[in-house]
């Protein structure tokens, strides 16, 4: 098994090269199945749940090549219709291979997906798009299974009843070569939204209106080839701001689009840290301790959802109580009980948590639980006195790229480090 061990206590110090947008590359790369040519996609980022994505690709029939560490190339002309393995059950984006597979082919069966435990997480909206777009949909023994009654889809007006990144998406990609025009009215405006409209519209699709809530779609007959590149990941930047202003320090962010960030900024900017904005990298500047501030996560352009533990990590070491709001998810405050474990005294009720600050976090043995949480978890044992060990790390290499050597790159003591497995019984496992 391997942790992650850090002596925390330094000032992170110098650059550090953001990577391209996982929640953008996981629904781009199933795009990529609904053209009937060959994509080059630049910036991808070398994570685990891409990969994961790449290889069921492969599965399917895609002609998947790497170019270079970044840059992929997917050939899907005349592909044939294959259904993704169970293992794509394991991560959520695996639910935009519904609208890419019924796009394309008018049927889909997919694992229910899976992702991290942050709540219920429904697929309802997505669901309700497909059917009326003209699918038969059902949900058995673990899969999604869905069918266009007249083996395409056509055009249809949705509104959703929440805005959801993913069933915007979803209903996106199946929109993409459906009959007619599909109107998305309360769809999400997340950059990642942004982000796959403009691949489309690159490989010949006419999506109008990607950034606001209301998205429209006329379907075309087939998608050309192309070239796109993936824009920066706003959540794997605004964790490394959130990493200098709680260990303290003075770090350029590179290759962002700060405009993406801005919510994230505005609060670390309240909270005492100095950002300067450089066009296309940010530069945060922290010296002594955090100020307190309120935080409630919304749908962007609202404060993310997935900058939560990250934010509240930071509180943790403020000089005052701190409210924070999470209403997006229902459960994703369990992390908590870690940051407990270095001192941190955070209330949850429901949705939020009262923050009362401490002076300093110390190094404990602590479990990512998720994605963000784990992030949370690094970043405390940045700021932390003494050793922190943190476990489960497979969930930080969903979402982040070669975070250790990022860190070390900051001047952070942090490695990965194995350790045999334990037994209940307390003797080690082979
Ligand atoms: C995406 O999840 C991201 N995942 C999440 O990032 C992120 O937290 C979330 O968007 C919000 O920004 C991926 O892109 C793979 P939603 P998604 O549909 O699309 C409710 C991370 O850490 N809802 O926008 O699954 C839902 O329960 C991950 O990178 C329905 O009720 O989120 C939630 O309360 C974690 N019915 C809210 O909407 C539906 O059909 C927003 O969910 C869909 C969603």
């Not at 891409?50 to 840059?71: F, I, K, P, W, Y």
């Not at 100095?274 to 301790?289: F, H, M, N, S």
């Amino acid at each position: 098994m391997t942790q992650l061990l850090i002596r925390g206590g330094r000032r992170l110090q110098g650059s550090v090269e953001i990577s391209g947008a996982k929640n953008a590359a996981v629904a781009i790369l199933p795009a990529a199945l609904l053209v009937d040519g060959e994509c080059r996609i630049e910036n991808i980022p070398q994570i685990s749940d891409v990969t994961l994505l790449l290889e069921s690709m492969a599965d399917m029939g895609a002609e998947v090549r790497t170019v270079n560490r970044t840059t992929m190339d997917i050939g899907c002309r005349d592909l044939p219709y294959r259904e993704p393995g169970p293992a794509m059950g394991e991560i959520r984006a695996s639910y935009y291979f519904i609208g890419a597979l019924l796009g394309r082919f008018g049927k889909a069966r997919v694992p229910m997906p899976g992702g991290c435990d942050i709540g219920v997480r429904p697929i309802d909206q997505h669901l309700k798009g497909m059917r009326a777009m003209g699918a038969e949909v059902t949900v058995e023994s673990g899969f999604v299974r869905a069918e266009a009654r007249n083996g395409r889809l056509h055009g249809a007006n949705i509104y959703l009843d929440v805005v959801s990144v993913g069933a915007t998406m979803n209903i996106m990609l199946a929109a993409a070569l459906a009959k007619g025009k599909t109107v998305i009215e309360n769809a999400a405006r997340e950059p990642h939204i942004v982000d796959l409209a403009n691949f489309l519209n690159a490989m010949g699709a006419d999506v109008r209106g990607a950034g606001t809530s209301v998205i429209r779609i006329l379907g075309t007959d087939k998608l050309h080839g192309g070239t796109y590149t993936i824009i920066p990941d706003q959540i794997e930047a605004g964790t490394y701001l959130a990493a200098t202003a709680a260990a303290g320090g003075d770090v350029l962010v590179k290759n962002v689009i700060p405009k993406h960030l801005f919510s994230i900024t505005a609060k670390l900017e309240e909270m005492g840290a100095e950002i300067i904005d450089l066009g296309d990298a940010v530069r945060i500047r922290t010296e002594g301790p955090l100020r307190t501030a309120n935080v409630k996560t919304m749908p962007y352009p609202g404060f993310p959802t997935d900058m939560q533990p990250q934010i509240v990590t930071c509180l943790s070491l403020a000089g005052g109580t701190s409210v924070v709001t999470e209403d997006v998810w229902d459960n994703r405050f369990k992390y908590v009980s870690e940051l407990a474990k270095m001192g941190a005294k955070i209330q949850v009720d429901g949705k939020t948590a009262v923050i009362e600050g401490v002076k300093k976090l110390s190094g404990a043995t602590v479990k990512a639980c998720d994605l963000r949480a784990g992030a949370a978890m690094v970043i405390a044992g940045l700021a932390a006195e003494g050793v922190t060990r943190i476990t489960e790390i497979h969930h930080i290499q969903r979402g982040y790229e070669e975070m250790v050597e990022k860190l070390q790159g900051l001047g952070a003591d942090i490695r990965e480090e194995e350790v045999q497995e334990e037994s209940e019984s307390g003797r080690s496992l082979a």
